[in-house]
């Protein structure tokens, strides 16, 4: 894993092309042609993928990082179960020390399944299973609940082993930064690359953003309209904690769009940005002056398991929404039932 200074020199540039980037992108060539024989390759069936006997959605990003996928995976489980569809989610499970395929339930270890595979457990109530290869981790889901019809693969967009039937592309309010591949750009694949469905997660979609990532884009917005206490106990308006001296620790993707969240809330906080999946076994949280620590849904699932954190009393969680157009629902719940199932 980069350093924190590194990671954050990389990411400013990635946003422009920039005297660092320019030197990186000889590589950043070379990465493009070695990802492009590798797809080509499965393409042309000279590396064998597998297809499971239900529809599967990929949920997925080319841009590195956090873009939203896991609240963007919650809403279509619950749309698709609108639609009277029975849906299942895979996922690799990213921190999860597991090998195999693994069932993950509310109660499931973060540190043995990974932290988003259980927080959509735990939302959804579908079932849920993660696996190194997806395609074993569908045929466990799927022998295990046979009622399953339909499959969401969480963040699996460059996992061509497994056949899919829709792919949708999340991008963010940074779109494509510089346009370049990694380690030139924050691109895993060129903005070119075929999907069903583009969703950008900002408040708003300009033109340009909506040209450089592709496609006519659906808005996706997170909303967080209550926190409620982690150790349990009745929820309230974020602008009920007006007044109060508020800290925000996320350990997310991007930290930034949740304290964005908040201030927009009209809440006034100090910031305690996070790594990604962080553990917090170095309790961060022992020097923070603050009558309430607002965390995100992600980071709790690991606190509530760590005896030194489910009980403390600043501790608030503050779960999200995602409000997406009803129409993307529709079209790929059209897409799926299109297709002829095993």
Avoid at 2 to 18: C, I
Avoid at 96 to 121: C, F, H, K, M, W
Avoid at 201 to 208: M, V
Avoid at 219 to 237: H, N, T
Wanted: aromatic share 4%; hydrophobic share 45%; glycine share 12%.
């Amino acid at each position: 894993m980069a350093s924190p200074s590194l990671e954050s020199t990389l990411t400013r540039a990635w946003l422009r092309r920039g005297p660092l980037a320019l030197a990186l992108l000889p590589v950043a060539l070379l990465f493009r042609l070695l990802a492009g024989f590798r797809m080509l390759l499965y393409r042309l069936g000279l590396k064998k993928g597998g297809r499971l006997p239900v529809p599967v959605i990929v949920v997925g990003n080319i841009f590195i990082g956090g873009t939203g996928k896991t609240p963007l995976t919650i809403w279509l489980a619950e749309a698709l179960r609108a639609a009277g569809m029975r849906p299942g989610v895979i996922s690799r499970g990213h921190g999860g020390a597991q090998s195999g395929t693994r069932d993950v339930t509310p109660r499931s270890d973060p540190r043995e399944v990974g932290d988003e595979p259980l927080l959509i457990a735990a939302r959804t109530g579908c079932p849920v299973v993660v696996g190194r290869k997806r395609v074993d981790a569908g045929r466990a889901l799927l022998a295990a609940h046979p009622e399953v019809d339909v499959l969401i693969t969480d963040d699996g967009l460059q996992h061509y082993a497994l056949a899919r039937d829709v792919e949708i592309v999340l991008f963010d309010g940074r779109g494509v930064g510089n346009g370049w591949l990694l380690p030139a750009g924050p691109l895993r694949e060129p903005p070119s690359r075929r999907r069903d469905f583009t969703v950008v997660n900002a408040p708003e979609i300009t033109p340009a953003l909506a040209q450089s990532v592709g496609g006519r884009p659906f808005r996706m917005q997170l909303a967080g309209d209550f926190a409620e206490p982690l150790a349990g106990g009745a929820r309230v308006p974020l602008a009920g904690l007006q007044g109060k001296r508020i800290a925000a620790a996320a350990g997310i993707g991007n930290p930034g769009r949740f304290f964005a969240m908040l201030r927009g809330a009209g809440l006034a906080i100090d910031e305690l940005p996070l790594p990604d999946h962080h553990d917090f076994l170095d309790r961060p949280f022992d020097r923070v002056d603050a009558d309430v620590i607002l965390i995100t849904e992600k980071d709790a699932v690991k606190c509530r398991q760590l005896d030194n954190l489910k009980d403390d009393p600043r501790l608030w969680v503050v779960p999200v929404t995602a409000r997406i157009d009803s129409a993307l629902a529709e079209q790929i719940v059209e897409k799926c039932r299109g297709r002829s199932t095993a």
